[in-house]
């Protein structure tokens, strides 16, 4: 629990964009590995298990209710690197999706994959999409501060 409990969190932030909802999937995530007790050959193969049910239970919640806001707080070190989580927060939440685990977790197309069971050809276009997206919002944004100074 105690390895794997901080990105289960900031994987279900990064869905679910409220921390409420976040809290709530990571806790209903262990209530799920305690009740089901599966085995794993390594601590790789349960991380990506835990990982996809949390996954899941996020896209439940999305699908039952919206978000209610913007989290403006995700942890970023820098005011730079919170305008960019802001903007990736922004995006439809397959993309939010994919982007986390690919920059923020570090996980392969391959990997991301097989946890949200899809194909890896499937990943590779919404991380593809994901990116285009988050370059266009990046430039409105950057085009509204320029005309905002001038």
Known sequence: MLRNQDRLYRTALAITRSKTDAED???DTFVKLLQKQPKFNSPEHETA???RV??????????????SQLLEDYPAQDPVSHELMETVM?????????????????YATKEIAAMTKQKEGTVREQLT????LLKKYLLEEENQEEGEEL
């Open 25 to 27: 999937a990571v806790q």
């Open 49 to 51: 298990w835990l990982i």
């Open 54 to 67: 949390t996954v899941n239970l996020c896209k439940n919640t999305l699908r039952k209710q919206k978000p």
């Open 90 to 106: 922004s995006l439809p939440p397959k993309y939010r999706l994919v982007i986390h685990l690919y920059y923020y977790e570090g």
């Open 129 to 132: 999409r994901a990116r285009r």
